[in-house]
Nanobody, 130 residues
Framework: QVQLVESGGGLVQAGGSLKLSCAASGRSSSTYAMGWFRQAPGKEREFLATILWTGSPSTYYSDPVKGRFTISRDNAKNTVYLQMNSLKPEDTAVYYC??????????????????????WGQGTQVTVSS
């Protein structure tokens, strides 16, 4: 079991930046990938980005955040990050990190469904004012 704790959320003006962190503890060595999601009030949880946990730090992003958000990892610290630039009011949401234990399909490297992930953090609030 992997425990995840997000931090770094807060209030920022439109156009500003924030960097979220997600610290993993427990059996993090058995992780295949880490992902970031967000959920705005009244909306479904939305995929943002994912990064492979071992080997090459390959990444994959959803279209709404591609070019503005960057996911990265520090395996020595068991931490994954989400750097968010050029923030917009519509980025306001609770941001969650998630861990996926195993690669599910031989031909698929990146997973973007909430059902693909096994462990979740408690979330951190990001509010972008206009």
């Amino acid at each position: 079991q992997v425990q995840l704790v997000e931090s770094g959320g807060g209030l920022v003006q439109a156009g500003g930046s924030l960097k979220l962190s997600c610290a993993a503890s427990g059996r993090s060595s058995s992780t295949y990938a880490m992902g970031w999601f967000r959920q705005a009030p009244g909306k479904e949880r939305e995929f943002l980005a994912t990064i492979l946990w071992t080997g090459s730090p390959s990444t994959y992003y959803s279209d709404p955040v591609k070019g503005r958000f960057t996911i990265s990892r520090d395996n020595a610290k068991n931490t994954v990050y989400l750097q968010m630039n050029s923030l917009k009011p519509e980025d306001t949401a609770v941001y969650y990190c998630a861990a996926k234990r195993e690669r599910t399909y031989a031909g698929v490297y990146y997973y973007a469904s909430i059902n693909d992930y096994d462990n979740w953090g408690q979330g951190t609030q990001v509010t972008v004012s206009s």
